[in-house]
């Protein structure tokens, strides 16, 4: 009995409580939680290319298709602007980096609902869920830089010296998608409109992002409105920087970066005041 009592006392029952306030981030627990967000991104690596045909080739096929017809179609047909650069490296290199978001944006909305089994059964921070989700697309975007080079060197287009830089902007889709990730992965748990939205949203939001035309194309006016969309800022800056062109107007690229901010703690205080009651609408 005194054995038993003295047991007692020592394993104290852990209680999980959830924290106040919609913003309030608890980066100990996250940090805590570090090596679940690298099982749940290899998981998802792994369920991306198995039993495909050609793996992660489909990372190539896809930009490369995608380019073929937006250079036949806006290059060749509609004679679209291409800032000096042969068309297929124009649109190759918006591409890349809309496809990226692009993924992105559909893994992390559907993350929840797809781990209903781990959000219903084990506690951990469900924001790991859309945080995992939008880092796996960076693996495609890795093979497909490898055509993106393979274009340079056929039409004997340089890198900029400034290349390490798109990494920032890169950093600006990844915050974007994740902002806009949350709110509809919130959203799903509810409402399973979701994945009929997603890709309707995605076509529309391509053609207000500059892959097949650039910007300085636009009147001034529509240049400030576009602004607001933070990848008008990823893909103009990402072919400034890889490709030297000319730079991005530094005023427009803030209004993108603040937008982006603002659609993440949006979106982040949307997610958690949804997430109390996951377990019971999912």
Known sequence: MIADASLAETVRPVVIEPSRGLLRINLAELWAYRELLGILVWRDIKVRYKQTAIGVAWAVVQPLATMIVFTLVFGKFANFPSQGLPYPVFVFSGLLPWLYFASSLTASSMSVVSNVNLVTKVYFPRVLLPLAAVSVPAVDLLVS????????????????????????????????????????????????????????????????????????????????????????????GFRWALLDRPPPDPGKIVVSAVTAVVMVVAGYAFFRHAERQFADKI
């Open 145 to 236: 830089s490898v055509v993106l080079v393979v274009l340079m060197l056929w039409f004997g287009v340089a890198i900029g010296p400034l290349a390490p830089l798109i990494l920032v902007f890169l950093l600006l889709a990844l915050a974007t998608a994740f902002g806009t990730g949350l709110f509809f992965s919130a959203l799903n748990v509810r409402f399973r409109d979701v994945p009929y939205i997603i890709p309707f949203l995605v076509q529309i939001w391509l053609y207000l992002s500059p892959v097949i035309y650039p910007v300085s194309a636009l009147p001034e006016r529509w240049q400030w409105v576009l602004s607001l969309n933070p990848m008008t800022a990823v893909i103009e």
